[in-house]
Structure formats: C-alpha cells, structure tokens
C-alpha cells in the first residue's frame, strides 16, 4: 500500500502540540489543531457578551496556542505565514473532520486513560488507512491501542518529538507488535525525508531511549555532585562543552527543560524498573523541594541558577540559597583544553586522578554501563542509542563513541577494579578481540552486533565530507579551503579556515575551482559541514591591516574577492551554494552571485556589515539591488521601491530567522530550494547543479544596471536623518549610512541611468575603504573581535 500524507491532525494544543503543529506547517502540509471546549467563561469573554456556545469561546484553546506560537522565542515557526497553514479547532464540533486527514497525532496530557478515550473517538471517525501516532514520552504504546480496531492497530506507533520539534533533530518511533511494517518503514522516510527528522526505532519501555539514558544519566551527576561536595556551576563547568555536551551542560540543561518535566519523565521510570536502576531514578528531597517552591528553572524565573542585575548565582543544594557561580580548575582541566577534539580532551579528562577527572569518571562510567545493559532492551542496536543521545541531547559523542573515544579495554578494566557490573556483551567483544564498538573500512563505517561488525546504512543523500576525505577525494587544498569530488562530475569547494572566514587562501580556492570546473566538470557546490556556513571576511586581518594604515592591501584584498564573486556569477557552469546556520556579510555575499542557492532551514542570512562599522565590500549591495530588481515584470521596476528595500535591508544589518525568511528578504529567490534536513542538503544542492547542466546552463547576460542617482540618495537618507535627530542613531552610524545610500543610489547620477556592474562595485569599494580608515569603524572591529557583539558608538 502507498501512504501519503496530504493533511495532519494534531491533537491536544499545548506547548508541544502547538510546537508539532507548527513543525508540519513549516514543512507545508495543513494542520487541524483541536483541544477540549471549555467549560466557564472567562472575564474577557464575559465582557465581550460571549456564551459557551460561541465559537470563539469552543475554539479558545486552539486560539491562544495559536498566539502564542508567534510570540514564542525561539520561534516555532519559520515564517509568520506558516500560520495559516493551521486550523483551530475542538475535539467536539470539529472530531468528524478527522476523515480528511492523513496523519492524527495525539498529544494530549500524559494519562493513559485519558488518551485511551482520546483514540476510541479518534477511531470512529478516522478514514481506514490513515495513520494515527502519539507523541507519548513514556507511556506504553501497546497499552494505548489495546481494544482498538484492527485497522487502527496496524496504522499506530508513537512519534516521540523532542521540544523544540522545530529544531531538535530527534523523532523516536515506537511501533506495537501489531503496527503494519509498511506504516513503519513510510514513517522512517516521510520523518526523514519531509520533516527533516533523525529518525531511531526505539522499543516500547519506560521513556524510550533518549530520556531514559539521559535522565539517569543527569540523576547520576546530582547523586555525583552531592556526594563529592562539588557546587552546581562546578559540576557544569566540566560538564558542558568541554566534553563535547551542550553549552547548557547539566543543570541549566535542567532549568531550560523546567524540573518539573524532569521530575514526571524521572518518576515514570522510577515507577516501572527495579533494582539499581530504580534507586539511581529516585529524585533526590533539595530537587522535590525546589519543586515544591515552584523553583522550575527558566519558565519559573528562578532554578538551579539565578539572574541578578548582570550576575548568575548557584543554587546551594544543602541550604536552597544562591550565592556566585563557581567553576573547577584543575590540571586535568588545562590539559584537556589542550587537547585538539572531543575524544581527546575527553580521554585526557576522564584518567586525570585530580578532583574533575574523578568526578567525571564516576558520572561516566554508569552512563556508559547503563547504555550497554539496555541494549536490546530499549533498542536493537548501539548506532540508534548513540543517535538517540546525540540528535536528541545534543552529545557529540553517543555513549558507545564515547566508550570508543576514551578506550574499551582500559576503561572497562577501571570499571571492574571498582566494582561496576561491565555487561557480558561488552566482556565478550573484548575476549573475542575486538576493541572498539566502531571501526572504519575502505571508507565505510562499522558497528559491532551479535559478534561481528556490520556496515552502517544511511540514506543515499546524506553525504559525509570527512568520508569523502578519508577516501582521497580531494582535488586540491590549501590553509582555508578544500576542493572535493563529490562524484557524478560535481566538485565541492569547502571552506575551512577558522569560524570559515573569507581570506586570500579561500579567494584564490575560488578562483581555481571555477578554473577547474569549467574545465572538467558539470558544476560546483559552495558547502561544508562545520559549525556555520560563514560568519563572513576575516576581520581580524582586515582590522590589522587597516590599523596598519596599509590601505593598498585591503583595497587588493576587497578588489580580488569583488573579482572572485564575479567569477562565480558568470562561470560556464553552474555554481550552487549551500548556507546553513550563520551565512553572514561575505557568507551572504559569496551565496547572491550563485546560479542558485540550496538553503537549510536553518540558515540566518545577512549582510551584516554596519554591525562593525562597514558596508558590504564583495558585490553584496549590488547582488541584492539586482535580485529584487530581477524579480520586478519587466518594465515596471520601481527603482526607488527597490533601493528602499535594499537599503533598509543592509542598513538595519537584517538577518533571516530561517530560509523562509531569507526568501521574503530576497537573499533567496522563488527557484532557490530549502532543505528541510540538513544532512540531506549537499546532496540537494548537488542535483540542483545536476539538473540546470542537464537543462544546457548558460551564464546570466552582462547588462547594465538602472539605478536611482541623485534624488534616490536624498529620499534615501530621509529615513536616516530623521533617525538622527530623534537620537535613534549616533553620528558614526550617519556617516555609514550615508556612504550605503550613495552606493545602492548609483551616485550623482540623473534617475534611471543605466550603469555597468564594475562602476557599481567601484562605488562600493570605495566606500568600504573610506569607512574602514575611520577610528569609530575600527573600534566596532575591535570590539565584535573580542566581545562577540556589535558595539553603538
């Protein structure tokens, strides 16, 4: 049987349901959000002259979830108009519309006898083949189906979503003995392929895989924590990114996801296992009575940490006061700062015999135990435990690569000199020779099951650089960037110098590979899989040479990479590019000039040069004035509209949310593409490049450019001078603004007169050099240098 899913139900409106609802509108498929009706009126409605039988009054829990999701930060949605794509709705007036979809999801409050009644009406008025899901985090699934039909039963598994479902990456399905394999093996795809999920089949047990790993894993470290006397902002000093965890580290992890979800996710597990694991699973009486005081962390204003003025104070757990965070400082610690990876500063951290080293050891070891005894239990095998814990708790590193990464033999030789109960399977994979639960082979990459390795799968889109590398794939490097076959006669230009700043190396990288493809190849991608797609130029080179006064060298550095921009945009073969996280000011400016653009949906794109003093000094004015220009029914341009819009646009130093947004600012146009999964978004930009060679690609025509000139400026700085006087903008921020106005206006030019891109570019240049010799620009270089923030002077 073909599943296809057209329309979706969600049902139960609350933080998390609202947040589904919002995730499937975002990939565009259309929402039908019920709640409960109401049962009293409230003041408002009351005054409004409203009964329980308005709809407004039945709706009004769908409605205000719907508020809410616009307000919400980080926001659910990728565009406010992705909010039409929801329907509010009641679980009465509005149960027989579940007919028309394909997809229900039940995510109602977390009582079995309460979804049990929520699914018996989901099952009078489904269609027969529709699927139905719960977005459970530890109920039994089986338990939830029981004395449904049997069309029900073979369409129904849990969809665990993890909260943000717009960013987390995790979505654990959990099919019933009787859930149809089809269903099953349709919803691995869809999650993947149109929801952008990491997807782990986990078994039906107590909070799944994820939760029940990390929670003990997190109980772990309070019981460590209380033992050893050590501080909250001592333990999460180590515990963060040090060892390849998220900034939050344990306990504002804890306050970000409120205690009291905490305490409900740790109290089903405790309530349903036995022995060991059950005491570790025991909430500990300060955490009960910072629930009790109604201390849950973010949500609450106050929990494990506390904000005053500018300070961040600890909770003492012993006496429930705050007091100034602390940190450990070890040698253990300084040496595994020193130490180049994860699984080195990890390993250098976790046999140190000092005070963080000991601490370390002791939250690890249970973890890496725990993870292995519940093999089989919780999963079948150790790669979705370890994506369990990576996609959904933000590790670098999964338990099993986390074993690999300190040492299998000399850890669990450690283990079992203090007593811990290293599980038999672990114990024979050592007797049997084998060393590591990982291992690569001709490129490929193995895991350990059942005796023997077997070859991870992936799907076929997601391509892994550092593969390509290890197999000798790549053409030619230097210090910032590397040229990568990617087969199929596509080459990948990656950048790779630090934050993937734009310098001399990168530019002349560009150069050659545009050489090279045009040479040899179908076309080029623009891509990598670092951190960022690029935070722009490499200021700190800009700044030394400006402080230098050594203007020559800038104006050659800002004239090559204008030449290398030009390069890309009239190259013979198309040129993609594929930004993703931060694709600022030169990110931006190497993405305009593409012959198309392969965004993630994550992907926050801007020129972003006024922030330190500048305007853009690549083409970025010029390519964003033309992109909109383009985008205008030939002759009926408004110029003026246009330079307005690219003028606000650069000025403001506006950043796109999503790529959703980088469309409405028109850094993206209608035929650029969004990848909803990341780890698909290469092989996205690939086939682009693939199909427009395929299509007989031939370069945009060189024509001149009609801009606004003199009365342009002067309605352009209108705005700005009115901004000014009201002391909205300081005088430097003037002078930047004048410069960028003058450019996007062409000049001292009549209206409308046509000009050639390099008198553009020229004008663009010239700007950016007089600005950077300003002391006020230099001082906001400094200061986004060191402090990381734009500086208002």
């Given at each position: 049987m073909t599943f296809s899913i057209k329309?979706?139900?969600?049902?139960?409106?609350?933080?998390?349901?609202?947040?589904?609802?919002?995730?499937?509108?975002?990939?565009?498929?259309?929402?039908?959000?019920?709640?409960?009706?109401?049962?009293?009126?409230?003041?408002?409605?009351?005054?409004?002259?409203?009964s329980l039988k308005d709809k407004e009054v039945r709706n009004r829990m769908t409605n205000l979830a719907l508020a809410k999701l616009l307000k919400q930060k980080p926001a659910p949605l990728t565009h406010k108009n992705r909010l039409s794509y929801i329907s509010p709705g009641n679980l009465e007036d509005d149960i027989e519309k579940l007919s028309e979809v394909d997809w229900i999801i039940e995510v109602v409050v977390e009582k079995l006898e309460v979804k049990k009644k929520v699914f018996e009406q989901v099952d009078k008025y489904r269609k027969k083949g529709s699927i139905v899901s719960s977005n459970t985090s530890g109920i039994s699934v089986e338990a939830m189906a029981k004395g449904r039909s049997d069309d029900f039963q073979k369409h129904f598994l849990g969809t665990h979503f993890f909260n943000p479902p717009r960013y987390l990456k995790l979505l654990e399905i959990i099919p019933t003995e009787k859930t149809d394999n089809n269903v099953l093996a349709f919803m691995q795809q869809f999650s993947e392929d149109i929801l952008g999920k990491g997807v782990v089949v986990a078994k039906d047990t107590p909070n799944f895989i994820a939760n029940r790993i990390g929670t003990y894993g997190l109980l772990v470290t309070v019981r460590e924590m209380l033992k050893g006397g050590f501080s909250i902002g001592e333990v999460d000093s180590i515990t963060g990114t040090l060892i390849g965890r998220p900034k939050s580290a344990t306990f504002r992890t804890l306050d970000v996801v409120g205690l009291d979800t905490f305490i409900h996710v740790a109290n089903n597990v405790y309530e349903q296992v036995e022995g060991d694991e059950k005491k570790v699973f025991e909430v500990p009486e300060f955490m009960n009575?910072?629930?009790e005081n109604g201390w849950l962390g973010s949500k609450s204003g106050q929990g494990f940490y506390l904000k005053q003025g500018k300070d961040i104070l600890e909770l003492n757990p012993e006496t429930l006061e705050y007091a100034p965070r602390k940190s450990l400082k070890t040698p253990g610690i300084e040496m595994a700062k020193q130490a180049k990876g994860t699984a080195q500063k990890m390993k250098a951290l976790v046999y140190s015999e000092d005070k963080a080293g000991k601490l370390l050891w002791n939250i690890m070891a249970p973890v890496l135990?725990?993870?292995?005894?519940?093999?089989?239990?919780?999963?079948?095998?150790?790669?979705?435990?370890?994506?369990?814990?990576?996609?959904?708790?933000?590790?670098?590193?999964?338990?099993?690569?986390?074993?690999?990464?300190?040492?299998?033999?000399?850890?669990?030789?450690?283990?079992?000199?203090?007593?811990?109960?290293?599980?038999?399977?672990?114990?024979?994979?050592l007797d049997a020779g084998f060393t590591s639960f990982y291992k690569d082979v001709d490129g490929r990459k193995l895991y350990f099951s059942n005796g023997e390795y077997k070859e991870i799968l992936k799907n076929p889109k997601e391509i892994d650089l550092k593969v390509l590398k290890k197999e000798g794939k790549v053409l030619k490097k230097n210090s910032g960037a590397n040229l990568i076959d990617l087969g199929d006669d596509v080459l990948l230009l990656e950048f790779q110098s630090p934050n993937n700043a734009i310098g001399f190396d990168i530019i002349q990288m560009i150069n050659y590979a545009i050489d090279e493809v045009e040479?040899?190849?179908?076309?080029?991608?623009?891509?990598?899989?670092?951190?960022n797609f690029c935070v722009g130029a490499n200021l700190a080179m800009i700044l030394m040479a400006a402080q230098d006064d050594d203007i020559f060298e800038i104006d050659m550095i800002v004239r090559q990479f204008q030449q290398a921009m030009m390069k890309i945009k009239y190259s013979k073969k198309p040129v993609a590019a594929a930004p993703f996280g931060m694709s600022l000011g030169g990110g931006a400016e190497v993405c305009l000039p593409c012959a198309h653009i392969q965004a993630?949906?994550?992907?926050?794109?801007?020129?972003?040069?006024?922030?330190?003093?500048?305007?853009?000094?690549?083409?970025?004015?010029?390519?964003?004035?033309?992109?909109?220009?383009?985008?205008?029914?030939?002759?009926?341009?408004?110029?003026?509209?246009?330079?307005?819009?690219?003028?606000?646009?650069?000025?403001?130093?506006?950043?796109?949310?999503?790529?959703?947004?980088?469309?409405?600012?028109?850094?993206?146009?209608?035929?650029?593409?969004?990848s909803i999964n990341g780890d698909h978004q290469l092989y996205d930009a690939k086939q682009a490049v693939i199909a427009l060679h395929n299509q007989g690609y031939i370069p945009p025509a060189r024509r001149k450019i009609p801009v606004t000139g003199e009365t342009g400026y002067a309605t352009l700085l209108l705005g700005a001078e009115a901004m000014h006087l009201s002391g909205y903008i300081s005088d430097h921020d003037m002078k930047i603004a004048k410069k960028l106005a003058y450019v996007i206006a062409g000049g001292n030019l009549p209206y409308g007169t046509e000009v050639e891109e390099q008198y553009l570019l020229d004008l663009e240049r010239q700007a950016f050099l007089s600005l950077i010799a300003e002391p006020k620009s230099q001082q906001r270089m400094q200061h986004m240098l060191v402090k990381g923030k734009p500086l208002r002077n």
């Open positions: 329309k979706a139900a969600v049902l139960g409106s609350g933080v998390m349901g609202s947040g589904i609802a919002a995730h499937l509108a975002n990939v565009g498929i259309p929402v039908l959000l019920l709640d409960i009706v109401p049962k009293e009126l409230t003041k408002e409605e009351m005054a409004k002259g409203l009575k910072m629930h135990a725990i993870s292995a005894q519940l093999l089989g239990e919780i999963a079948d095998s150790i790669v979705s435990i370890d994506q369990a814990m990576k996609w959904g708790f933000g590790w670098r590193l999964g338990p099993f690569e986390t074993w690999d990464a300190i040492g299998v033999e000399k850890s669990v030789q450690k283990m079992e000199e203090q007593g811990i109960q290293v599980p038999t399977f672990v114990k024979e994979m040479r040899n190849y179908k076309g080029l991608v623009i891509g990598n899989q670092g951190k993630s949906m994550e992907t926050y794109i801007g020129l972003v040069e006024t922030g330190v003093g500048l305007i853009p000094g690549g083409g970025g004015n010029k390519e964003l004035y033309l992109k909109l220009l383009n985008e205008m029914p030939d002759g009926m341009a408004d110029l003026q509209k246009v330079a307005n819009r690219v003028f606000e646009t650069i000025a403001m130093a506006k950043v796109s949310t999503s790529g959703e947004e980088g469309r409405e600012n028109h850094f993206l146009n209608d035929q650029d593409g969004i």
